[in-house]
């Protein structure tokens, strides 16, 4: 059971333009959320998160956006770098003594200079 | 500040062989986790320690076996090896106060079985 899902396995735009990456949940006991980079070669790297008492959290060029009604996040790069290229993976906690972070199969952005 | 450390990066092992990953967390941080990456699987939980104590599990066989020592070090090891098992594993650390944490990784043991 895939509670955390990246649907899209690819995307591609281009450089100046905006990428936005989308992520659906089912378990409604995840409280917070966050998104990871992971370059070939190397581990993920932690880029952004909210919480589930928000709906919005911006960092510079990165924007994630929560709808909890919708179980959906997604995050926002404005504008897009070849330098953004990776692939992006979605994570959620549940809280409590879970000590696990869930995460969704990812997707590859491809930033065309 | 040194980051995760993980060794070693690549090997290559075969069938019915075993394997040790090594990872060294971040001067302390108490928590270390181990995930496995395979291709369009994203990194599936293998196991979460804390001060020496196996706090969670994933739905890994019980060939996944792992350890923390007192200095925060965790080795994790895979016995039996399937060629299944071909996978990066990673480690990732974090000091799992009260609230969310965010988890550092490391870059990675990538294991091949032949």
């Known amino acids: 059971d895939q509670q955390v899902k990246q649907n899209s396995p690819s995307l591609s735009v281009q450089e100046g333009r905006i990428s936005i990456l989308n992520c659906d949940y089912t378990?409604?006991?995840?409280?917070?959320f966050l998104w990871y980079k992971k370059y070939p070669a190397e581990g993920p790297t932690f880029l952004i998160s909210i919480s589930s008492i928000k709906d919005k959290n911006e960092d510079g060029r990165f924007t994630v956006f929560l709808n909890k009604s919708a179980k959906h996040l997604s995050l926002h790069i404005v504008p897009s770098q070849p330098g953004d290229s990776a692939v992006y993976f979605c994570?959620?906690?549940?809280?409590?003594?879970?000590?696990?972070?869930?995460f969704g199969k990812g997707t590859l952005l491809t930033v065309n200079p | 500040k040194a980051g995760v450390t993980q060794t070693p990066r690549y090997l290559i092992k075969t069938r019915g062989q075993q394997v040790t990953l090594s990872c060294s967390p971040i001067?302390?941080?108490?928590?270390v986790s181990w995930y496995q990456q395979t291709p369009g699987q994203g990194l599936q939980f293998l196991f979460e320690y804390f001060s020496e104590t196996q706090r969670n599990k994933g739905n890994f066989p019980g060939r996944f076996s792992g350890r923390q020592f007192s200095n925060s070090r965790s080795e994790m090891n895979v016995s039996t090896l399937e060629l299944g098992d071909s996978a990066l594993y990673l480690c990732?650390?974090?000091?799992w106060g009260t609230g969310a944490n965010v988890l550092t990784f490391g870059a990675g043991s990538r294991l091949t079985v032949l």
């Open positions: 990732a650390s974090s000091s």
């Open positions: 001067s302390g941080h108490r928590s």
């Open positions: 994570a959620a906690w549940s809280g409590g003594s879970n000590y696990k972070l869930t």
């Open positions: 378990n409604s006991m995840f409280d917070y």
